[in-house]
């Protein structure tokens, strides 16, 4: 038998490079809601998920994927309020339920575990490093894991599935021994090696180094909109354009004081317009059309009531903010999806604004509107208070994220797609050539 070479080909390609190369980071493919040292919920507002690349958003059949996450040592989530989560809840601390919201998901945490609402259900297992505590008539529908105790202090505390301690299980009713509160077994002195939830960086993306890259951006003063000759704007790629209303003018004109630039964001080139603080009011309009923009807000960035910014389908606004961010306005998105069909993201908010305590109106990010807002909002650095009736589609990321409304989250999971570049070094001399292998002939011997 004669065994002759044939050449297989593999389209891949070989790229040689120095020093470092870029990784791509999906910043949005976590939770729903990331508030880094804490998430409190005393609204009523649902918390859920929905595939926009599914179809639209639909009430009556909520996803299970708007999972809650805090990321910092000790963090504490506090469920205090009526408002249902799909997803689950993963703390970096402990988790204290005093309200009545159901979890349609699991419970993870390191450190206790309280349920203290009677209302409380969990839809899920609840698992953590240290004890479950049941302070009222809360209810898990499946297994109860902790590394401490388990203790049942309500008589009509119960687990429907099995209950399992490295410590002690017990019931503060001697006539109510634990197993009566567990559907399943209970076992005690027996660790199951809960390793709690994982501290992970609050802000993985560098933002302030990001927006630094840009401090030297000249920048074209304040944008206040909303006076009668400079009410209603148009912002594009090729600048920005205002409507003069006056009666013998009645036009749209180049607003020539406004210049804009081109820059690098996130590997994509695209036009930047920088100034140094932005309010929108008075009735005032902003349209974002023709394309990408970023705008840098160099201050504060206020969005009245009355007033909206309408981004056009096809086109994006990304905006880089140092100051406070104050929404009671609306901003509208085509189709409300946080990210079209493109993978483009219309409405994107990245804030360097540091936040040392919180204290009331002083919030990094303020949503206060009664209208939606379809954003991604990533604060790491800021307290971020959600306290209007508007829905928010998209996700969230603060130093801290306190949902006290009536209004809604609806994390859509196709921002999980979205990615960035980042660069990652190769762990030798930065001036030292990097090859990396991505294509190869493949050379099999096939029989004649």
């Given at each position: 038998?004669?065994?002759?070479?044939?050449?297989?080909?593999?389209?891949?390609?070989?790229?040689?490079?120095?020093?470092?190369?870029?990784?791509?980071?999906?910043?949005?493919?976590?939770?729903?809601?990331?508030?880094?040292?804490?998430?409190?919920?005393?609204?009523?507002?649902?918390?859920?998920?929905?595939?926009?690349?599914?179809?639209?958003?639909?009430?009556?059949?909520?996803?299970?994927?708007?999972?809650?996450?805090?990321?910092?040592?000790?963090?504490?989530?506090?469920?205090?309020?009526?408002?249902?989560?799909?997803?689950?809840?993963?703390?970096?601390?402990?988790?204290?339920?005093?309200?009545?919201?159901?979890?349609?998901?699991?419970?993870?945490?390191?450190?206790?575990?309280?349920?203290?609402?009677?209302?409380?259900?969990?839809?899920?297992?609840?698992?953590?490093?240290?004890?479950?505590?049941?302070?009222?008539?809360?209810?898990?529908?499946?297994?109860?894991?902790?590394?401490?105790?388990?203790?049942?202090?309500?008589?009509?505390?119960?687990?429907?599935?099995?209950?399992?301690?490295?410590?002690?299980?017990?019931?503060?009713?001697?006539?109510?021994?634990?197993?009566?509160?567990?559907?399943?077994?209970?076992?005690?002195g027996s660790n199951p090696g809960?390793?709690?939830?994982?501290?992970?960086?609050?802000?993985?993306?560098?933002?302030?180094?990001?927006?630094?890259?840009?401090?030297?951006?000249?920048?074209?003063?304040?944008?206040?909109?909303?006076?009668?000759?400079?009410?209603?704007?148009?912002?594009?790629?090729?600048?920005?354009?205002?409507?003069?209303?006056?009666?013998?003018?009645?036009?749209?004109?180049?607003?020539?004081?406004?210049?804009?630039?081109?820059?690098?964001?996130?590997?994509?080139?695209?036009?930047?317009?920088?100034?140094?603080?932005?309010?929108?009011?008075?009735?005032?309009?902003?349209?974002?059309?023709?394309?990408?923009?970023?705008?840098?807000?160099?201050?504060?960035m206020s969005i009245g009531g009355?007033?909206?910014?309408?981004?056009?389908?096809?086109?994006?606004?990304?905006?880089?903010?140092?100051?406070?961010?104050?929404?009671?306005?609306?901003?509208?998105?085509?189709?409300?999806?946080?990210?079209?069909?493109?993978?483009?993201?219309?409405?994107?908010?990245?804030?360097?604004?540091?936040?040392?305590?919180?204290?009331?109106?002083?919030?990094?990010?303020?949503?206060?509107?009664?209208?939606?807002?379809?954003?991604?909002?990533?604060?790491?650095?800021?307290?971020?208070?959600?306290?209007?009736?508007?829905?928010?589609?998209?996700?969230?990321?603060?130093?801290?994220?306190?949902?006290?409304?009536?209004?809604?989250?609806?994390?859509?999971?196709?921002?999980?797609?979205?990615?960035?570049?980042?660069?990652?070094?190769?762990?030798?001399?930065?001036?030292?050539?990097?090859?990396?292998?991505?294509?190869?002939?493949?050379?099999?011997?096939?029989?004649?």
């Amino acid at each position: 038998m004669n065994e002759v070479l044939a050449e297989t080909r593999l389209s891949f390609s070989v790229s040689v490079g120095t020093g470092l190369f870029n990784e791509m980071y999906q910043p949005f493919a976590d939770a729903g809601v990331v508030g880094c040292e804490g998430v409190a919920t005393r609204g009523s507002g649902q918390i859920d998920s929905y595939d926009s690349s599914a179809g639209p958003y639909n009430a009556a059949n909520p996803g299970r994927e708007a999972h809650v996450l805090t990321t910092s040592p000790s963090a504490m989530i506090e469920l205090t309020g009526n408002a249902p989560i799909y997803g689950s809840v993963n703390s970096t601390g402990g988790v204290s339920a005093t309200g009545s919201s159901p979890v349609f998901g699991d419970i993870n945490a390191t450190g206790e575990v309280s349920l203290k609402g009677g209302g409380v259900k969990v839809y899920g297992n609840v698992n953590t490093a240290g004890d479950v505590v049941f302070e009222s008539s809360a209810e898990v529908h499946g297994n109860v894991s902790a590394n401490g105790d388990i203790a049942f202090e309500n008589w009509g505390a119960r687990v429907t599935g099995d209950a399992n301690a490295g410590g002690t299980i017990t019931s503060k009713n001697k006539n109510k021994p634990p197993e009566d509160h567990v559907g399943g077994s209970v076992q005690a002195g027996s660790n199951p090696g809960n390793s709690g939830v994982p501290e992970t960086p609050c802000d993985p993306l560098g933002i302030d180094e990001i927006v630094s890259e840009f401090d030297g951006q000249f920048s074209t003063g304040e944008m206040n909109i909303g006076p009668w000759t400079y009410r209603d704007l148009k912002l594009s790629p090729d600048g920005v354009d205002y409507y003069d209303p006056t009666w013998n003018v009645k036009s749209w004109k180049t607003d020539n004081t406004r210049t804009m630039q081109d820059v690098d964001l996130f590997g994509n080139e695209t036009r930047f317009l920088k100034v140094s603080d932005f309010s929108l009011g008075q009735n005032g309009s902003l349209e974002v059309t023709g394309g990408d923009v970023v705008l840098m807000v160099d201050g504060d960035m206020s969005i009245g009531g009355n007033t909206a910014i309408t981004i056009a389908p096809g086109s994006s606004l990304t905006v880089l903010l140092t100051g406070k961010f104050d929404l009671q306005g609306s901003v509208t998105v085509n189709d409300k999806n946080p990210i079209d069909a493109s993978g483009k993201i219309p409405f994107s908010l990245y804030s360097t604004y540091e936040q040392a305590s919180k204290k009331g109106n002083n919030d990094g990010v303020q949503m206060r509107g009664n209208t939606d807002l379809t954003a991604v909002v990533y604060a790491p650095k800021s307290h971020v208070s959600a306290t209007g009736s508007g829905t928010l589609f998209g996700q969230v990321r603060g130093k801290s994220v306190e949902a006290t409304g009536a209004g809604g989250i609806h994390y859509d999971v196709r921002l999980g797609t979205f990615s960035v570049p980042t660069s990652e070094s190769t762990g030798g001399n930065d001036d030292a050539t990097a090859v990396r292998v991505t294509s190869w002939n493949v050379v099999l011997p096939v029989s004649e």
